[in-house]
């Protein structure tokens, strides 16, 4: 499966953004799906991720309650909602998938075998 991310850009602290990752040559619903970002100088950090079957969500302690994860399969895409962002998420987003994820790897990047390409958000306070 090859995954696209877009829908960053730059917006103001407090403000919304959806980022979407859509699939092509391959059927996501079939995967399960992690959104990872990585800020300058900084290490990868897990976001949030939903399983492929049952559609469980996980988040990271940062952004629960302000970060919703979802999947609309009809459209072979996963979207990650963000609100109340803070200076803090400035980063770039990554979204990221494999088959064969059991429930304590999905917030580790390294068990992720496909890899879209970066999309930046950039908060400003």
């Known amino acids: 499966v090859q995954l696209q991310a877009s829908g960053g850009g730059l917006v103001q602290a407090g403000g919304s953004l959806r980022l979407s990752c859509a699939a092509s040559e391959g059927t996501l619903s079939g995967y399960s799906v992690g959104w990872f970002r990585q800020a300058p100088g900084k290490e990868r950090e897990f976001v949030a991720a939903i399983k492929r079957s049952g559609g469980a969500t996980y988040y990271a302690d940062s952004v629960k309650g302000r970060f919703t994860i979802s999947r609309d399969n009809a459209k072979n895409t996963v979207y990650l909602q963000m609100n109340s962002l803070k200076p803090e998420d400035t980063a770039a987003y990554y979204c990221?998938?494999?088959?064969?994820?059991?429930?304590?790897?999905?917030?580790?990047?390294?068990?992720?075998?496909?890899w879209g390409q970066g999309t930046q958000v950039t908060v400003s306070s």
């Open positions: 990221a998938a494999d088959r064969s994820l059991i429930t304590s790897s999905m917030s580790n990047g390294d068990h992720y075998h496909y």
